[in-house]
């Protein structure tokens, strides 16, 4: 009777316990037919250690972060590596099909599905001069095989001034997940290849009539924006399989801003000369050409170290431009509506990249 009560209490505390253990684990229900953004749940982080290294040594205890993470803010050095790891409960069944939709990561990772490796962008490696870096979002698939789901992304970063995962990842039912994927393919697509058409038409526009230096201004601001476009958010540049070493498509990104703002402005005072002001419009030229080369000649390992206090700059310098058009809107110069509209259009297109 003793032995039948004890095994009995110890089976209750066995329950128990694993419910407990579960309750930890947070609980995803897949079954609705969308994705869900993988930013409320905690990523357990950790920093300067592999997968293998987690799974050998149990006693390892990871950091509790949410996504979007850079690594830095949590006092971790710029450059290294770490592993970052969810483990999530679902309401579907075997054998169903889920998609894990992955952006922008730094600088480049090894994706591990319950303990399986499924796929890397990059080379993930502890050692600097093995690493190397990529950007390539994209779909990963994989069929549940059972009612807990473990991913893990082991991440190195030699070469930016800081590593992590930017974007969060989003996970579903494969046909959402998907839709979602396309959809945002085809909205970048749609943007860049609308303003490749105007680079184009101004540029022939330009040609025939010379003396409108404004049409070759405006030509160049949407050849950048485009350009701007391909080499952020789902990385069209990557998706059309354009062969394009790492370092030139983080070039590309940095140069595209520094010129759609020298170009923009330049487009501007073509057209409305009088009203802006000598002094300042000869240093916001000199600046963002100046800006323009350093991207161009230093390496993306140094650049990138400067790249919040560019943004910081750029956004005075757009704020500025901003107040000029609305003195002209209020001012009702001819052409305005139309100057400055397309101005303020380029520009949200450009931007609209997370």
């Not at 579903?172 to 290849?193: P, T």
């Not at 405006?218 to 350009?227: Q, S, T, Y």
């Not at 000199?286 to 956004?315: A, D, H, K, N, R």
Request: aromatic letters at 16%; hydrophobic letters at 50%.
């Amino acid at each position: 009777m003793k032995v039948k009560f004890t095994l009995l209490l110890g089976m209750l505390l066995f329950v128990d316990l694993n419910n407990t253990a579960n309750a930890s684990i947070p609980f995803l229900q897949l079954s609705k037919n969308e994705g869900i953004v993988l930013n409320k749940e905690a990523w357990k982080f950790y920093f300067g250690h592999t997968y293998e290294d987690i799974c050998k040594d149990k006693s390892l205890v990871g950091q509790d972060v949410l996504l979007p993470d850079s690594w830095k803010k949590h006092g971790c050095a710029a450059k290294g590596y770490g592993t970052y790891i969810f483990k999530f409960r679902h309401d579907l069944p075997l054998n169903e099909l889920v998609t894990l939709h992955l952006l922008t990561i730094g600088s480049n990772f090894d994706l591990f599905i319950n303990g399986t490796k499924f796929n890397s962008v990059g080379k993930f490696s502890v050692d600097a001069n093995k690493a190397i870096s990529d950007f390539k979002p994209g779909l990963h698939s994989f069929e549940i095989v059972k009612d807990t789901v473990e991913i893990v992304l082991q991440v190195s970063n030699y070469e930016y001034r800081t590593g992590g995962i930017w974007f969060p990842p989003s996970i579903g039912k494969h046909n959402a997940v998907e839709l979602n994927y396309l959809k945002a393919i085809f909205f970048d697509s749609f943007l860049c290849g609308s303003l490749l058409i105007m680079f184009v038409y101004f540029l022939a526009f330009y040609f025939i009539k010379k003396e409108q230096k404004t049409a070759l201004m405006f030509a160049i601001l949407c050849l950048f924006a485009a350009i701007r476009i391909a080499t952020t958010g789902e990385v069209l540049f990557r998706q059309m399989g354009v062969s394009l070493p790492w370092e030139i498509l983080v070039k590309l990104e940095y140069i595209s801003i520094a010129m759609m703002l020298l170009f923009g402005y330049l487009y501007l005072i073509n057209f409305f000369s009088l009203d802006a002001n000598k002094k300042i419009a000869r240093f916001i030229i000199i600046m963002q050409s100046i800006l323009g080369l350093f991207f161009i000649v230093v390496p993306v390992s140094i650049s990138s170290e400067i790249i919040p206090y560019f943004l910081i700059f750029c956004t005075f310098v757009l704020a500025y431009i901003l107040v000029l058009i609305l003195q002209l809107f209020i001012q009702k110069r001819a052409l305005v509506y139309y100057v400055g509209g397309t101005f303020i259009f380029v520009f949200i297109a450009a931007i609209n990249d997370a």
